[in-house]
């Protein structure tokens, strides 16, 4: 069976236009967490949400350039390895601009999603499905070590939920796990605008200039938005 391990970064931003600043990953028994200089200050919106301050990387190396860059590219991009984060194609696209690609990923996010058949889960962010859940442990949100934490806990709790629906073992709910996390996800519900609560696929036969209108907006975006642009592009048949 393959070797998990699970990571998350934390960065400058949520666009294409941001960089890491912090790595953390739990490998087995090991347990990794390195604050790295980005390039560019850090703007204070994403210093509220992690509180990596610009003084706290004074000094500090980029990680491109530190001791630690080849051990965790290495490490990554083993094929014997799976890399674990929530909400992974963001993570992953950060990790590339960093040359550092990983054989193989499972998103959280994607099979959260997936295992919610009925949409009966307003959000999926990974604070979120940590107290609906009642996962019990000790970890700082956004920190990227505690995110790490709570999301090898979730983690399992996912892959247990898998293999009591597919009556399977570990190895095979991982392989299900990284299937369901190698393409976008179909969301049920929009959560936000004048629509709210109401299911894509309603909003579909109703108001299709408004999904025109959103997959227009998404596409503009400076977020990658890969769920929602599959979703759109999905019910309106492109």
Sequence with gaps: MKNIIFFDTETTGNTNNDFLC???????????????NPGMKIPPEASAVHHISNRMIEGKEKFSESKDYQKIKELFENPE??????????????????NINPANFICTLRVARELDKEGKIDRYNLQYLRYLLDIDIVAQAHDALGDVMVLEKLFDRLKTKIKETENCEDEEAIGKMIEISSHPSILRTINFGKYAGKKVEDIASIDRGYLEWLLNEKLKGEAPDEDWIYTLKHHLGK
């Design 81 to 98: 390895n799976v890399v674990v984060a929530h909400n992974a194609p963001f993570d992953l696209m950060i990790m590339k601009k960093e």
């Design 22 to 36: 912090q790595i953390a990953y739990k490998n087995g028994e090991e347990a990794f967490t390195e604050i790295y």
